[in-house]
């Protein structure tokens, strides 16, 4: 609920590089010089785990979450949730790397239509994060 009310408050007051929504400004250029620089699949690996331990504080929480969530049922109970974690995660993600792949648009016009709607984007995900919060906190998942 913490980072949702964050995500919402830069809806109304965005500022680049805000701290626990978003990497530090200060970061940005090395890491993208680093990333640049990788040309090898094995560069590509070790740049990829060491993003993804940078990035772990933000995103390990919907995992911690719904693991929790999940580990009290069932086989079978369980795939409905996934399916819906794909359909809301996953499928986006899928389908903007398709649209790259197949040349229907260019990671600068994803990049600059993201950089266009950062704050909308702030506003639905700090929404949805409170939300996913409260029905915890409220017992309703």
Same mark, same amino acid.
């Given at each position: 609920m913490v980072l949702g009310a964050l995500n919402i408050k830069d809806f109304f007051f965005y500022k680049k590089?805000?701290?626990?929504?978003?990497?530090?400004?200060?970061?940005r250029p090395k890491v993208k010089? =680093?990333?640049?620089?990788?040309?090898?699949?094995?560069?590509?690996?070790? &740049?990829? @785990? %060491?993003?993804?331990? #940078? +990035?772990?504080?933000?995103?390990?929480g919907p995992y911690i979450v719904?693991?929790?969530?999940?580990?009290?049922? =069932?086989?079978?109970?369980?795939?409905?949730?996934?399916?819906?974690?794909? &359909?809301? @995660? %996953?499928?986006?993600? #899928? +389908?903007?790397?398709?649209?790259?792949?197949?040349?229907?648009?260019?990671v600068e016009d994803v990049s600059g239509w993201k950089e266009r709607n950062i704050k909308k984007l702030h506003l639905i995900a700090g929404i949805l994060l409170f939300l996913v919060g409260l029905s915890l906190l409220l017992g309703w998942i």
């Open positions: 590089g805000s701290l626990a929504t978003e990497m530090p400004i200060f970061l010089r =680093t990333i640049e620089k990788i040309t090898s699949p094995s560069g590509a690996f070790i &740049i990829g @785990f %060491l993003v993804t331990l #940078f +990035l772990l504080p933000c995103t390990i719904a693991s929790g969530l999940l580990s009290g049922l =069932t086989f079978m109970q369980t795939i409905p949730w996934l399916l819906y974690y794909n &359909i809301i @995660f %996953l499928i986006p993600m #899928f +389908l903007i790397v398709c649209l790259v792949y197949f040349g229907f648009t260019r």
